[in-house]
């Protein structure tokens, strides 16, 4: 099974996070943010990976360390899970369609972290979550997991809409991505022999 576990405490915050990406996305989740928590549970349940997450942190300060820390430890997680990536698919795409949104994601778990956002949210709040904080989370999980990541709102006027469809998206692209193919279990998807590093 592709499972891993990362802890991870500074002086700011204090998360343990379990994947196992063979899962069926079952999802136990308490990051102290409720909305943030909202779309683990999105991302766990759409993408299949069992994710189990507890964090603590400084929320008496405001969410960003607690928010992006979230997305850093999930994404090291997937990484360990996916050891040396041999035998997926790399690549996946979703569209994802809620009422008046679209949202286009696209990511290659090339082992070389690159994040492109091109989001905009109409309001700059969620509940009590700053809507700018989204594109922290999603920085942080690309550079945990080794994600190139390309995200965009083609259209849409909801920030609730919006945000979800993005996390979505990434659960459906990622579990295309991470699939196994059984005609090149045992191989890297790489004429390299070896996913990250240079081009």
Known sequence: M???????KTKETAITATVNLDGSGV?????????L???MEQLSRHSLIDLTLRATGDLHIDFHHTNEDCGIVIGEAV????????GIVRYGTAYIPFDETLTRVTLDCS???YLVWNVDFPTSKLGEM???????WFQA???GAGLTLHVETLYGRNSHHIAESCFKGLARALRQAITVDPRQAQSVPSTKGVLGGSL
């Open 2 to 8: 592709r499972q891993a576990t990362v802890d991870r």
């Open 27 to 35: 999802y136990d989740v308490v990051s102290g943010i409720g909305f």
């Open 37 to 39: 928590d909202h779309m």
């Open 79 to 86: 990484s360990r899970a996916l050891g040396d990536r041999a």
């Open 111 to 113: 082992n070389r972290p």
């Open 130 to 136: 700053d809507t700018e904080l989204f594109r922290e």
């Open 141 to 143: 999980f690309a550079q």
